[in-house]
């Protein structure tokens, strides 16, 4: 077993399953019973390796489609390589996509302990948090709203609330800044500061490289699958940023 | 994912096996049993908020069966009931069947319409089916409450051996909840099945004794359909154990039991061995 807040990644291979390619969604008879067989398989990670101190803080950026979010997915235990080791030292949390256990249906409240449970809490431990979530996501008076009626940034706040108070040995954040609007971003920046400077290893996925530079040190640039560069935080970001503009001016479509 | 050039991947002997060990799983599932409740307490609070009828829809489905039975299959068809009231004995099989439909209608498709939530929990993903199961159970406890009243319409009394409830009762629990295993698990990779889920649970009712009693069937026949549909033993249970005061026909009941263990064991194995490429294609 590793140290609580290490990571260990070695020879991680990720696929997924082929394309069928079919003219219309009427079947022609020869489709029914097709295997996958002699198809190609689309390989989302190829080979990865790399290991994480505990108390890092490490930025995960590449192109769109390059695996990160695959990678983060796999490092949470949500999904599962294809081949190769993964150990994750301790208690993992995850910003991921945080509005996906949301309910429309139920009021902020309800939706508080329904996230909660699948975050695997108890019912007693939403409750001891229940204030600091209602607080932290700024929603006071829309929480016995249905979430239906609540606005993106709200429902994506809650979420993030109820996700950012689980106190995990390492935090995997994908993206979820983005939908809330200044104040909330940068309320969450200064959180993911300091669970950092409170020990928890934290890995960033975002394509604003602007926010990279104060929260971390090192950056992993994943590209088309695999390990590209991997180094201080600063360097990585320089030469993606470089190969971004080689991308453009080659008039490459993307 | 954009176009990716040919890759061909790590070798063989690489590749990841699944296990898949029971004991394990029910360890998981077991920490996981406030999300359980939290899931039936979901639908609870969901289901009725903007209708007008709200728990009263509850009833509202076994009511509407009853009547199109008796009205129609009793005066209509003119089914044989032996001494029975037809209405008591249509219930009593009516109240397994809905529980059975619904768990299945409702569980089956689970995984699906959760699909958002699947492959982004860590939780044990047979969460999602077994709490349909449960809240079709609840919805059977409601129907339940109705039998008394029926009983006093029709004049009929409840035998003492109906206190072998709980045995038919755990059967049908079982077999249920098997069947939703096995099903919401393949349908997440083979979607057929979600399309032909509704037509074959109205060949079910017609394949089940419900509108009908057993004993249309020959003594070696009556087993054999015990064997083959698990529902038929344990509604037969019922009605001979509540209706007729005779204790439980065995040698149906043991034959539904036998089926349903293999399924129950069966449809959870096959769901853990699938659950692992689930958040692939959810």
């Known amino acids: 077993?590793?140290?609580?807040?290490?990571?260990?990644?070695?020879?991680?291979?990720?696929?997924?399953?082929?394309?069928?390619?079919?003219?219309?969604?009427?079947?022609?008879?020869?489709?029914?019973?097709?295997?996958?067989?002699?198809?190609?398989?689309?390989?989302?990670?190829?080979?990865?390796?790399?290991?994480?101190?505990p108390g890092e803080s490490v930025a995960l950026v590449g192109f769109n489609g390059s695996g990160k979010s695959t990678l983060l997915k796999i490092l949470y235990g949500v999904m599962q390589?294809?081949?190769?080791?993964?150990?994750?030292?301790?208690?993992?949390?995850?910003l991921i996509e945080v509005d996906a256990g949301i309910h429309p249906q139920l009021t902020g409240r309800e939706n508080v302990h329904l996230w909660g449970a699948m975050l695997g809490l108890r019912r007693r431990e939403v409750l001891e948090r229940f204030d600091d979530i209602v607080q932290f996501a700024n929603i006071n008076d829309a929480i016995d709203r249905q979430t239906k009626f609540y606005s993106s940034g709200m429902r994506m706040r809650l979420g993030f609330a109820v996700a950012a108070t689980l106190d995990p040995d390492i935090l995997l954040v994908d993206e979820v800044l983005a939908v809330g609007d200044e104040v909330f971003q940068r309320r969450c920046l200064e959180q993911l500061r300091q669970l950092n400077a409170n020990g928890t290893t934290i890995i960033?996925?975002?394509?604003?490289?602007?926010?990279?530079?104060?929260?971390c040190d090192r950056a992993i640039w994943i590209d088309n699958g695999a390990v590209r560069a991997d180094g201080p935080a600063a360097d990585i970001v320089s030469s993606y940023i470089a190969a971004a503009d080689e991308r453009l001016n080659a008039g490459e479509a993307f | 994912m954009e176009d990716t050039p040919l890759v061909q991947g790590p070798p063989r002997s690489a590749y990841r096996k699944v296990r898949v060990s029971l004991p394990d799983a029910l360890r998981q599932l077991t920490r996981y049993s406030p999300l359980l409740a939290a899931l039936v307490r979901r639908e609870f609070q969901s289901r009725y908020k903007q209708t007008r009828l709200g728990f009263l829809w509850a009833i509202v489905t076994p009511i509407a069966l009853l009547l199109v039975f008796t009205l129609v299959l009793n005066r209509v068809a003119d089914l044989q009931t032996g001494e029975r009231d037809y209405a008591v004995f249509a219930y009593i099989a009516l109240l397994p069947w809905t529980f059975f439909a619904s768990a299945l209608s409702r569980g089956g498709q689970s995984l699906v319409l959760e699909s958002r939530a699947v492959a982004r929990i860590r939780a044990p993903r047979e969460v999602f089916p077994l709490s349909f199961v449960a809240?079709?159970?609840?919805?059977?406890?409601?129907?339940?409450a109705l039998l008394p009243a029926l009983f006093i319409i029709s004049g009929e009394t409840p035998a003492k051996t109906a206190l072998w409830f709980p045995l038919p009762l755990l059967v049908m629990i079982a077999f249920a909840t098997g069947t939703v295993l096995l099903a919401s698990s393949v349908i997440v990779f083979f979607r057929d099945l979600q399309q032909a889920l509704p037509l074959l649970l109205q060949l079910g009712l017609f394949a089940t004794p419900v509108a009908y009693g057993i004993d249309l069937l020959s003594e070696r026949n009556q087993v054999l359909f015990a064997w083959f549909n698990p529902m038929a033993g344990i509604i037969t249970t019922l009605r001979a154990t509540v209706l007729d005061g005779q204790s439980p026909p065995w040698h149906l009941l043991g034959p539904s039991a036998a089926t349903t263990t293999v399924l129950l064991a069966g449809g959870y194995w096959v769901f853990k061995r699938l659950e692992p490429g689930m958040a692939d294609v959810a």
């Open chain 2, 135 to 144: 809240v079709a159970l609840i919805d059977f406890f409601v129907a339940v």
């Open chain 1, 1 to 53: 077993m590793s140290r609580n807040g290490a990571v260990e990644v070695a020879n991680l291979w990720k696929r997924f399953r082929p394309d069928r390619k079919r003219a219309s969604i009427f079947y022609d008879g020869r489709h029914i019973f097709r295997n996958l067989r002699g198809l190609q398989w689309r390989w989302a990670l190829q080979d990865i390796s790399f290991s994480i101190e």
């Open chain 1, 204 to 215: 960033y996925v975002t394509h604003d490289l602007a926010t990279i530079a104060p929260l």
């Open chain 1, 81 to 94: 390589p294809t081949a190769g080791h993964v150990a994750v030292g301790g208690r993992p949390g995850a």
